[in-house]
């Protein structure tokens, strides 16, 4: 099955600085890659996701790259906030078409004022 | 739409117990499925279905069970419970088709004492 590796585990911005987490997959067959954020005791909820056929998709201050050849995808935030504090969750699909995804460990980010 | 709705949102049960972990997705959503989400660990698969009568396991299957009798419901049961079991449990529903969004739970916080 997909193995999607995601790093760093936890980082710390200041207030107006950039984050950036990375993520790789194993499966070339991956066609579609979701980001969640999880705020803290709330369920995980869809920010941002690409599909293959697609190198970069933007929404407003959230960004993700996607780099078929290396197999690795990111989240880029800019101009971060406070609230944008939780732990965020990258994903693959790998082979299946039968809706399974395949998550990252995860990344705490935390921003400071 | 009421989504994804999973219930309760916080449980305590003695080692042996056994207990069901309800999840009802009003989407009609072939693809169902339940994590486990422990401190560093990220979000780990135990279960899933694709579709009405169709279930199969995840990564972390042990000591747990589930059925899948409509395709709105997706209940979890729990043995035996053991600490080892101690987690937050997400349910989780996609639809089969390979680029779109998983919708998740509230959440279970379950204690095992």
């Known amino acids: 099955g997909e193995n999607v590796e995601q790093h760093p585990s936890t980082l710390s911005v200041q207030e107006g600085d950039s984050a950036v987490i990375k993520c790789t997959y194993s499966d070339s067959a991956s066609n579609y890659f979701p980001w969640y954020k999880q705020e803290l005791g709330k369920r995980p909820q869809l920010i941002i996701d690409?599909?293959?056929?697609?190198g970069e998709k933007k929404d407003q201050r959230i960004a993700v790259t996607l780099n078929k050849t290396a197999k690795h995808f990111s989240l880029h935030i800019t101009e971060t906030q406070p609230e944008d504090s939780a732990v965020y969750f990258c994903a693959g699909t790998g082979g299946s078409t039968l809706g399974r995804l395949y998550f990252g460990r995860g990344t705490q980010l935390t921003v400071w004022p | 739409n009421a989504g994804v709705t999973q219930t309760p949102k916080f449980q305590v049960l003695k080692t042996g117990q056994s207990m069901t972990l309800q999840c009802a997705q009003d989407m009609n959503h072939e693809y169902m499925s339940w994590y486990r989400q422990d401190p560093g660990m990220g979000l780990r698969l135990i279960h899933y279905?694709?579709?009405?009568?169709?279930?199969d396991q995840g990564e972390v299957p042990n000591g747990y069970n589930v059925s899948r009798s409509t395709t709105e419901d997706f209940p979890l049961r729990l043995l035996s419970a053991a600490p080892s079991q101690t987690s937050v449990y997400f349910c989780?529903?996609?639809?089969?088709?390979?680029?779109?969004?998983?919708?998740f739970g509230q959440g279970t916080r379950l204690t095992v004492v």
């Open positions: 279905s694709v579709g009405a009568g169709i279930t």
């Open positions: 690409i599909r293959s056929n697609v």
């Open positions: 989780a529903s996609r639809g089969s088709v390979s680029n779109t969004e998983a919708f």
